[in-house]
Each structure stands twice: as structure tokens, then as C-alpha cells.
């Protein structure tokens, strides 16, 4: 009995010690992995900071290999931030010479972040279409927008609502399940966007601004995770909300970055910067989210696209 004792412990000691060195390693391998790409930036041509040669610039500079701009979709209502409908044309142009001239320093692609709202007839002159929710009644969008302030928020789910705000977050997460059904598109941008004003709200009152963790707000994020989940989008984890000081967490949450590392469902990194500096914001930070939920992470462009085309 005792030399079993002692082989059990022996045994024991040596499968913990081989799996703090294959640990380490397999840590230390994935940390050294840079990731080096981003497809989701803006420039002046929508509500961007800077041009989108002074991203180029700056991403060959800071060593990245690939540089996606995705400036948001024509929406008639909002002038402010997305292109104008004279502008597209413009935009494509752009940023196919800066391909062009810069093709022996990083490969540039040519994407959208394609709003529910917007029309999709011209989707297919783009290398990458990313889909987004910013706002729950098409016929209203300012006063229905669930990301803009909290005033705009308040407005929306009083008028349209009936002050449920549950009730909003249901309808915003109705319209994130059928972005790939009315978009095809490639890439799920911020999945949770509608909680973009908890952290200062709790901060503030001790409350969110809306109850993520609501049974009610779980049954639709569920729900609209399962119906994508069917399909061949990659779901981005966005760093958007950080860099500008709203979140200490990236898009989307915990909780749904269990549900897609459970289904090994991909998953694309982007800082959704509005200014060169933030063009890998919160990457390494958030690399440690990749390595904890064991996602699936992209970083190749003909990943991307073979996504789309397996679909087929």
C-alpha cells in the first residue's frame, strides 16, 4: 500500500510538472504571436480623425501586415458619421490607390461596417462587409440610436418602448440575428454594443443602464447568438469602447465569449479605431481573452473570405 502511495504521488508530480512546462510553452508560443492585422478603422471620409493615408502610414510603421478601412454605410438621416452618398465613390477610389501604392509595404483591404439601415446594392464592390446595429427603428435613427448618448437612448425607449429598455435590447438583438440574412456579411461588429453605457452608469448610480444580466436580456442575446451561430460570420472582439474611454472590457462580453469558444465559433480582433493611435488598441490585453475562452482567432484575410465561400 505505501509503494502505491508513493507511485500515485510521483505520478502526480510529474503530470503537474509536464503541464506547467507544455503550459508555458503553449502560453509563451501564443504570446509571441503578434497580432499584426485590423479591418476595422475610419477615417475623414466618415466620423474618422484622420486620412486614410495617415492610417497606412502608421500601421506600416508600427509593423502591421494588414490594414482593413470599413467606413460606415451612407445612412440619409446621419450625415455626421457615415459616408455621403457622393463620398462613396470617393472612398473606394482612395483607399484601392493607396492599395496600390503601398502593396510592396501591407496588404490594404477595402471593407464597410454596413448598417442594418443602409441600402445593399453596391456590397459587392467591397473586399469585407462588416454588419452593425446602431440604432433600432430605421425610420428614426438619431432619436432610436442605442450608442450615440444616453439622452438619444432614454428617448427611444420612452417613445418606442414604453420605457422597457429590456424591450429595446430584445429588438436590437432581433436585428444583430438577421444581419448575415440581410447583409451577407462577413464580420459581426461590437455583438453587444446596446451595453455601451453600463460601466459609467453603474459607476454613477450603482445600476447598468441596461440590465445585461436580465433573464430577459439573456433569452435574446442567447437567441440571436444561436441563429448566427448557423452561419458563416466571424464575430469581432472590438476594443472600440475602451479606446475611447466608455468600457474596460472589450465587445462583447464574458459570457458570450464562452458561448463562441465552446463553438470554436471565429473570431476577428479590431480596435474599430477613429484615429491612427488606436489602430491596435487593447490587442495584447485582449489576446489574454483569446488564450482564457479558447477562441478561435483569425488573423488572415483569405480567412475571412473562405468563410464565405465554404458557405456556398
Given at each position: 500500500?505505501?509503494y ?28 509571441n ?9 475610419h ?61 510592396d ?28 446595429v ?5 425610420e ?39 444581419l448575415?440574412?440581410?447583409?451577407k456579411c ?13 460601466e ?68 476577428i ?5 477613429h ?17 482564457k ?20
Amino acid at each position: 500500500m505505501k509503494y502505491i502511495i508513493i507511485a500515485l504521488c510521483v505520478a502526480a508530480f510529474i503530470y503537474t510538472a509536464l503541464m506547467i512546462v507544455f503550459g508555458y510553452k503553449r502560453t509563451k508560443k501564443f504570446f509571441n504571436n503578434k497580432v499584426t492585422t485590423n479591418y476595422h478603422t475610419h477615417t475623414t471620409f466618415c466620423d474618422g480623425k484622420n486620412s486614410p493615408e495617415e492610417y497606412v502610414q502608421k500601421a506600416i510603421d508600427s509593423g502591421m501586415t494588414v490594414l482593413g478601412f470599413s467606413a460606415h454605410s451612407h445612412l440619409p438621416t446621419e450625415p455626421e458619421w457615415t459616408l455621403s452618398k457622393e463620398g462613396e465613390e470617393e472612398y473606394r477610389k482612395t483607399v484601392l490607390e493607396l492599395k496600390e501604392k503601398y502593396k510592396d509595404r501591407i496588404d490594404i483591404r477595402l471593407g464597410i461596417e454596413q448598417d442594418y439601415w443602409s441600402d445593399t446594392s453596391d456590397l459587392k464592390a467591397y473586399d469585407y462587409v462588416i454588419g452593425a446595429v446602431h440604432s433600432v427603428n430605421g425610420e428614426d435613427t438619431t432619436w432610436s440610436s442605442i450608442d450615440y448618448t444616453h439622452e438619444n437612448f432614454l428617448y427611444g425607449v420612452e417613445h418606442y418602448f414604453n420605457n422597457d429598455r429590456i424591450a429595446a435590447a430584445e429588438r436590437y438583438f432581433e436585428l444583430v440575428s438577421n444581419l448575415y440574412d440581410k447583409t451577407k456579411c462577413d464580420i459581426i461588429a461590437h455583438f453587444d454594443l446596446i451595453t455601451i453605457f453600463n460601466e459609467k452608469e453603474i459607476e454613477e448610480t450603482g445600476k447598468p443602464f441596461v440590465d445585461s444580466e436580465a433573464p430577459r436580456f439573456i433569452a435574446a442575446e442567447r437567441k440571436a447568438l444561436e441563429r448566427l451561430a448557423k452561419t458563416p460570420v466571424i464575430f469581432e472582439i472590438n476594443t472600440g469602447g475602451m479606446s475611447r474611454g466608455r468600457m474596460t472590457h472589450p465587445y462583447p462580453s464574458d459570457r458570450v465569449l464562452e458561448f463562441l469558444g465552446e463553438r470554436q465559433i471565429p473570431v476577428i480582433l479590431s480596435s474599430d479605431a477613429h484615429k491612427t493611435e488606436d489602430l491596435t488598441y487593447g490587442f495584447d490585453e485582449v489576446l489574454r481573452l483569446v488564450e482564457k475562452f479558447n477562441l478561435n482567432l483569425i488573423t488572415d484575410y483569405k480567412d475571412v473570405r473562405n468563410r464565405q465561400e465554404e458557405s456556398k
